[in-house]
Each structure stands twice: as C-alpha cells, then as structure tokens.
C-alpha cells in the first residue's frame, strides 16, 4: 500500500467558542495535524437564524477558510451541519465533516445494541431542521427520538456563566422533559453544549449516556484520514485561530472554559 | 407662528425586538405619526460585538431606513446609540435621536433635586463605552454612578423565557451589587430589559426608580418635532416593520411580549 502525505492544516469552523471543544479534543487525538479555527464572532448565535442565512454564512465561513489551503474542513457547529452541510459540499471538493451522522452513530454505539430512547438537544435551527431525528431514523429505524431546543444554553457558555445556581436551574427546568421521561442516550447537539456536560448529567437519570459532537467528529475525522490518505509528514505546524470580531472577547471566553487550550493569537477577518 | 406639516415617517431601530418596548410607547405618546421599524434580527445580539462592528451596522440599518424617506431617525438600541450615534449623525442631515442622553435627563429627573447614587445596566459593548456613565459626569458631575453588564437578560428576553424561576434567579444573581450597595434610580439601559421591568423591581429597594429609554426618548422625540415643526398633517399612514431574518419568530416573540402591539406584516430585508 502506498502512503502518501499532506502536510496542509485541517480547517474547522463555528459560530462562535463552541467549535473549541471539538478542536481541543481533534488536538489530542491527532498529535501531528495542523488545524485553523474560524469562529464567526460577528454573527453568532446562528442557531435563531433561518435556513438561507446559516447557509450563506456556512459558505462564506469556509470560503474563508479555503483560501488557506485547507485539505479537509470540519464543520464544528451543529446548526451550521444541519442547514449549510449539502451546499457546502456542493461548493467545494475538499472533503466536509459535519456534527450530525457522527454523533448520531455514537448514540446508536451507546445503545449497545439494546433497544432505547435517543434525546437530542440543540438551538431552535438545528431542532427546526430535524437533522437529527432524520438521520436517525434511517440508521435505526425503529427508535424513538425525542428532540428539544434549548437555546439559552449557548448565551450561557458564550458568558462563562456556567456555575451560577440559576445556571443550574435553567438546565432543570429546560431538561424537564427528560426528566419526567427518560431516555437511554442524550445527544448534545451543539458544540457550546459540553461544557455544561456535568450539570446536565447531575440533573439527569443517572444511567443516561450522553453524546457529544467532539469524541464522534474525531473519530470520522480518523476514517477520512485514513481512507484519504491524507497524513501529515512531519509534526504539527500548530494552530491558528481567526474570528470575524471581537478578539479579546473571545479569547477571554476560551480561556474561562478551556483553560488548557493554547490560543496564542486570534486574528480578526472581515467577511 | 408659522406651522409647517411633514407626514413622512419616522424611522426606529434596534439589534432586534428589544426595540419594539421603545415603538409602543411612541406609538401611545404620537397617535398620528407614521413609524417604520427595523430590527436587524440576522445579526442580533450588538451588545457583545466591537465598537466597530457596532458602527458599520448602525450605518447601514439607518440607510435603509432613510431609504424610506424618513423625517428623523431614533436609535431604539443603546448599544447603538453608545457607539454608533456620532458616526451616524455625520453621515445623515436627518436628526437623530439616540436613548443615552434622554435616560441620563430622565435618571436626574427621578432624583428630584435630591443628591443620591444613579445605577446603569446594560449589555457588555454600552458598559465598556462608559457613555452613560461619561453622560452624566457632565450634567450632574458630583453624582455616583455604579454601571455593570448584563448580557444574559437579552437572550432571556429574545426567548420569550421571562417568567421562569430560574430567570428570577438569574436577575438576583446579576444585580446583586445593587442589592449590597442599593442606588436611588437605576437606568435601565437597554430596550430589551423593561420587559424585565416586574421582576427587576421585585428585587431592589422598594425606594429605587426604574428609568426606561421609551418614556425618556418620547420627550426628546416632542421637543424635536415642536423645535424642527415637523408634525404630521393628517392620521397615522401606519406602521411598517422590516427585519434581516427570520420574520416569522420576530413576529412570535414580539407577539410574546407586548401583545398590544399590533404587527400585520414584517418584510425581510437583506443588509
């Protein structure tokens, strides 16, 4: 077998801060890889935005990030997989990974086999896109899926707000319905989401397993390494990060919920 | 005296439906004025965007609102009109009214001549400009002002999720130094929060004074008609309502929260 080698950066995008909690955990798994982060600070949420705008956005965002010679995007932002994913991949021949069929097979490997309830969280666009409930219900048909949108969870993580007792509270109430009828598996279906993983799983039934887009997006992002054939050589030329606006901010809020993420230097670009 | 008519419209805007408490009031205050209003609802929130942003977007949502040949412009946003109301006063002839100077009058106003301490809440970017707090330094120089950021209270608001427990917390947990260290009146400094109004109040000093932009801009807004002439000869042509997206939900929150407005069609309009 011939082994080829491609040294270029893999580009991966969000809306916001969000997008970091898949790129801390794509750090981790693939030592070697070179990555650019763009968040679109600018325009953040795009989870209360319609179809046609997240789906511009998504294409301007990348645009963006394939003119730094990219050689695979990933799209860190469930609203922007569920809405702006099939004109993206229309848009360029650089492969795309999306959020969505990733983490809807993670909840079906959680399930072990038995039969359960899937729960999927996400903003007013990704629940309104039924992204995942569809895709779902063509990789195991026969599962119940129960959908909510919980919008407020992201202006909380984008604050740091997220030890406050009314912190705490808006998860319960929001969760409620989870609460009163359980589901085996819970997909966290927006990026921001992770960060409150311990307060969403303390409200909880215990047994529920929750699902989020990073540990799911890295392992498709292993299967397209490996199919393509696209390895770096060397070791990793590190990681740049851009956002549409608000440097400082947004470098504040990375380092309040990822202290261990190395953000260097931001660089603002105009879109 | 010479009485001169002028029938065109006057033009208001807002990041989003925050705006809309500030519409009501002219509407009561002014039966036969026309109204156009803007909401720039695809790039909604301002309050955690740059100075620079802030600007640029002003700019362009009040071209389009001169587009409709207006008489005069209110900025229904304090973001806004913190950064944006210099830049935008050199760009257009028409008189433009912000809220920061007339909530400053109205906060003076409310402490009766007496000596006391005024509080300003507001989102992230009003707070960093300190033009509140700048405002009233120079009409009532020995006066102490206490400002604080209070970003979460906009996407509370935009979500319709007012009357929720875990809401009630979160404005106890965010204005908890005036609860320490109370203050005589507390301008209310962005359109958003006077939908808060109740439950704000609840947790202050009985003894403290809410000062909202709406009834503070409706003065500015009588002596700019009295002093440039320019009232309306016949009934109100109506309101028109423009936004930048998703005018279905505008529409639904709007409907949510001040149910007397009445909104018959809103027109999506691309920036």
Same mark, same amino acid.
């Given at each position: 077998m011939n082994t080829s080698y491609d040294s270029r950066p893999i580009g991966i995008f969000d809306s916001? /801060?969000?997008?970091l909690t898949v790129l801390q955990e794509l750090l981790s798994r693939f030592p070697q890889e070179g990555f650019v982060y763009l968040g679109d600070t600018a325009r /953040?949420?795009?989870?209360?935005?319609s179809p046609a705008t997240v789906q511009r956005y998504t294409i301007q965002v990348a645009e963006l990030l394939l003119q730094q010679n990219v050689k695979g995007l990933v799209a860190a932002c469930n609203t922007a997989s569920a809405l702006g994913l099939t004109a993206l991949r229309a848009y360029t021949t650089v492969p795309v990974l999306g959020v969505i069929e990733p983490g809807c097979q993670a909840a079906i490997r959680a399930l072990q086999g038995k039969t359960g309830r899937i729960g999927v969280i996400g903003t007013h666009a990704t629940i309104a896109s039924k992204a995942y409930a569809q895709t779902l219900s063509v990789l195991l048909p026969e599962c119940p899926v129960q959908s909510l949108a919980c919008p407020l969870f992201v202006p909380v993580v984008e604050e740091g707000w997220t030890s406050q007792p009314s912190t705490q509270l808006l998860i319960r109430e929001s969760l409620q319905p989870f609460i009163d009828t359980p589901v085996d598996v819970l997909i966290l279906?927006?990026?921001?989401?992770p960060i409150l993983k311990p307060k969403i799983s303390s409200i909880l039934n215990p047994g529920t397993v929750l699902v989020d887009s990073a540990q799911a997006v890295a392992l498709s992002l292993q299967q397209l390494i490996d199919t393509q054939?696209?390895?770096?050589?060397?070791q990793r030329e590190g990681v740049r990060f851009y956002v549409t606006d608000a440097a400082v901010r947004f470098r504040e809020v990375a380092a309040r919920f990822l202290p261990q993420l190395p953000i260097e230097s931001v660089e603002v670009v105009d879109l």
């Open positions: 916001g /801060v969000g997008g /953040v949420p795009y989870g209360t935005k279906g927006c990026t921001h989401y054939n696209i390895r770096p050589a060397a």
